[in-house]
């Protein structure tokens, strides 16, 4: 795998809304730098995403200097949201996990986010990362912690096993949906030079000079049947997945990392693999 290399890198600022794909990212312990810091929830303070929203995928959030963020939606007005300063936190609930947050302190960043969904949201911000929310200790170290990503700092996913995948929609009940895009799957790296589910057996990735511990296989939802150009929902890749790929009872497709130190990541950078 002398050829194995980091091909794209990206960057979901808002939680389920469009990524960024940027030539290089600082790896911080709990993801990213900019990765998933801001989200959406409820009156109730839940999670709010693809699964509920589809319309999320076409909205799209611009990094700030700062970690303030620009959002733009079809039919709104851009409108830029600074980081809160620190204040009185709320509860707010993403999946299984409670998590204190803070509220965008201006009322236009809720109001933007309502009138575009049509339903009452409001937007938080995860203002301290490094204690906040940990890692699911069933597959975790001591101290690990997480942004509002679903659950793992990082996804990895690999060009050939998406191809595979592919190949196996082509011939299933469903192949006019295919082939899918790798936008479907929402990864934070997306590695080419591999065989089809290597990744499978992998403990530990290096990208340039960062490591990172593999967790666990990342178990899929709705969401990846979410045309990310379109917001309309098929019945692929689940279908395949499901025929395919289940694993421990989940349908898989990519890895989850956690990082096992500090540093610059760049698309094109080598990548080497410990099983």
Known sequence: MGNTRLQSIHVHPVKAFRALAPGRAVVEPWGLAGDRRWMLVDDRGKVVTQREQPR???AAAELLPGGGIRLSAPGRTPLTVPVPQPAETVPVEIFRDKVEAVPARDDAAHAWCSAYLGAK?????????ATRRPVDPRHALPGETVSFADGYPLLLTTTASLDALNSLIAEGRHAAEGPLPMNRFRPNLVVSGT???????????????????????SGRCVVTTTDQHSAERGKEPLHTLGRHRRIDGKLVFGQNLVPLGPGTIRVGDPVTIAE
């Open 56 to 58: 999320l995928a076409l």
């Open 195 to 217: 065989a089809a589910w290597a990744e499978d057996g992998w403990s530990r990735v290096t990208v340039g000079e960062v490591a990172f511990r593999v967790a666990k296989p």
């Open 121 to 129: 949201v409001r937007l938080v911000h995860l203002d301290e990362p």
